[in-house]
């Protein structure tokens, strides 16, 4: 397609149970982004891929959330023993490059909207 | 990446100008300004960016101070749809974006 594909487009699940995330970028961008929304709240960045390789995950929340990307394509967020702290939407965004120049804007796909009963 | 200051609230008649402020005090040379859109359940939308030079697009108008201390982003006639939240982000060359609070831009009849 056209745009970043995330799936699922809405996800709940009970507390402790496993979720994976997906995300599908713009052919041909080489950079993956991970953020997270709150309900009511702003943005908070988790991690950033350039390729397969993840040079900035400073901000995943604790050792149960991690992200991996391969084929320099889609990439999967994972959230292991889920809690309800977990509920938020999970953007994604893609970027032909990171550095500046024209190409360096992101691209957000829709979100996967996570509740965790 | 510096940090920026915007207002939490702006009205807008439509139709009108919308001028949309952010202080950027600290930003250091390398960094460039990028302004996002969020509207109500959508993911942000990149609208413009910019290093010294204003600049214009078919969505707004960037304007960057001399001192590249503050800019404005003009949308120029603004319609019901461009409600959301604004986001003014500066960067330096790679990397994550950081989102602040953003300006909360709701456009009225």
């Known amino acids: 397609g056209a745009g970043v594909s995330q799936s699922p487009s809405n996800k709940v699940t009970e507390k402790g149970k496993d979720v994976e995330l997906r995300c599908d970028p713009i052919s041909g961008h080489t950079a993956l982004y991970w953020y997270r929304q709150r309900l009511g709240q702003g943005l908070e960045f988790l991690i950033y891929?350039?390729?397969?390789?993840?040079?900035?995950k400073s901000g995943l929340p604790s050792d149960r959330f991690s992200a991996e990307r391969t084929g320099e394509s889609v990439s999967t967020l994972t959230i292991q023993r889920t809690q309800q702290e977990d509920s938020a939407v999970y953007l994604c965004a893609s970027s032909y490059q990171t550095g500046l120049a024209a190409g360096g804007e992101l691209f957000f796909g829709e979100g996967s909207r996570l509740t965790v009963l | 990446d510096a940090k920026t200051t915007q207002p939490p609230s702006m009205d807008c008649a439509e139709g009108r100008a919308a001028n949309l402020p952010c202080n950027h005090s600290?930003?250091?040379?390398?960094?460039?300004v990028y302004w996002y859109r969020q509207i109500h359940s959508q993911g942000p939308q990149y609208i413009i960016h910019g290093l010294k030079n204003n600049e214009t697009n078919e969505m707004a108008s960037l304007i960057i101070t001399e001192d590249r201390k503050s800019s404005t982003l003009i949308l120029p006639h603004a319609t019901l749809r461009d409600t959301a939240v604004y986001y003014c982000i500066v960067r330096a060359d790679y990397g994550k974006l950081t989102f602040g609070q953003g300006t909360i831009l709701t456009v009225h009849p």
């Open positions: 600290t930003i250091s040379g390398n960094e460039y």
């Open positions: 891929f350039q390729g397969n390789s993840a040079p900035d």
